[in-house]
T-cell receptor
Framework: AQSVTQLGSHVSVSEGALVLLRCNYS??????LFWYVQYPNQGLQLLLK??????LVKGINGFEAEFKKSETSFHLTKPSAHMSDAAEYFC????????????????FGKGTKLSVKP | KAGVTQTPRYLIKTRGQQVTLSCSPI?????VSWYQQTPGQGLQFLFE???????NKGNFPGRFSGRQFSNSRSEMNVSTLELGDSALYLC?????????????FGQGTRLTVV
C-alpha cells in the first residue's frame, strides 16, 4: 500500500529564509509524486509533480522538489520565503498505470502549515 | 478555460438531513474525483467517476454516494448527516480515468452539520 509522511505539521521561517518541507513516501511500485498548496478557505493548487522525467522538479512560485529514490523522499524547497508563501502544503502520491498515466486515487500526507515571519 | 466549479461554497445542515453537492469539471475533462478534508483525518478519497460510472471508491459508508451525468458534471450525496460529516469536500477533474497527473481541484464546498 502507498503512503505519505510529512515531517512537521507546522514550520515557521523568516521572510527571505530557506523553506524546506519534508515528504517521505512508501510505494511498492514506482510512484508519481505531487506537492499541492492550499490557502485558507481555498481548494488545492498544484505546485509541482514528479512523473519520472528529471529528478529535480521545478514548480510554480519558485518552489522545487527533488525525487530521491534511495531515501524515498520528495522534499519541497524554496530558496527565499515570501510572506505570500504562508499556506498549508500537501505531499501526495499515486501509482503509475500501465498506459503511462497514473492509476488510482491520490494519497495525501497530513499537511504542513508554513508560517512566514516578517 | 474555466476551472473546476463547486456549488454551493458553504452549506449548513442539521443532523439526519441529506445534502447534495455539485461539481462541474473543466471543459473536456471526463473524470471527476471527490475528496473529504477534515482536521483530524486530513484528505481522504471518496470516489471517482468516469463516463457516468463509479470507477474507484474509498473507505466511506454507504451514506456517501455520487453520480456523474453525460456532460461529466458530478454530484455527491450524503444521507442521514452526522456531526462528523462536517468537512471541506473537494472535487478534482482530469482528462481521463485515473489521470491524477493532470488533476485540477475546485475550491470546495464547506459543509457544517449542526
Amino acid at each position: 500500500a502507498q503512503s505519505v509522511t510529512q515531517l512537521g505539521s507546522h514550520v515557521s521561517v523568516s521572510e527571505g529564509a530557506l523553506v524546506l518541507l519534508r515528504c517521505n513516501y512508501s510505494s511498492s511500485v514506482p510512484p508519481y509524486l505531487f506537492w499541492y498548496v492550499q490557502y485558507p478557505n481555498q481548494g488545492l493548487q498544484l505546485l509541482l509533480k514528479y512523473t519520472s522525467a528529471a529528478t529535480l522538479v521545478k514548480g510554480i512560485n519558485g518552489f522545487e522538489a527533488e525525487f530521491k529514490k534511495s531515501e524515498t523522499s520528495f522534499h519541497l524547497t524554496k530558496p527565499s520565503a515570501h510572506m505570500s508563501d504562508a499556506a498549508e502544503y500537501f505531499c501526495a502520491v499515486t501509482q503509475r498505470g500501465g498506459y503511462g498515466g497514473s492509476q488510482g486515487n491520490l494519497i495525501f500526507g497530513k499537511g504542513t502549515k508554513l508560517s512566514v515571519k516578517p | 478555460k474555466a476551472g473546476v466549479t463547486q456549488t454551493p461554497r458553504y452549506l449548513i445542515k442539521t443532523r439526519g438531513q441529506q445534502v447534495t453537492l455539485s461539481c462541474s469539471p473543466i471543459s473536456g475533462h471526463r473524470s471527476v474525483s471527490w475528496y473529504q478534508q477534515t482536521p483530524g483525518q486530513g484528505l481522504q478519497f471518496l470516489f471517482e467517476y468516469f463516463s457516468e460510472t463509479q470507477r474507484n471508491k474509498g473507505n466511506f459508508p454507504g451514506r456517501f454516494s455520487g453520480r456523474q451525468f453525460s456532460n461529466s458534471r458530478s454530484e455527491m450525496n450524503v444521507s442521514t448527516l452526522e456531526l462528523g460529516d462536517s468537512a471541506l469536500y473537494l472535487c478534482a477533474s482530469s482528462p481521463r480515468q485515473g489521470m491524477n497527473t493532470e488533476a485540477f481541484f475546485g475550491q470546495g464546498t464547506r459543509l457544517t452539520v449542526v
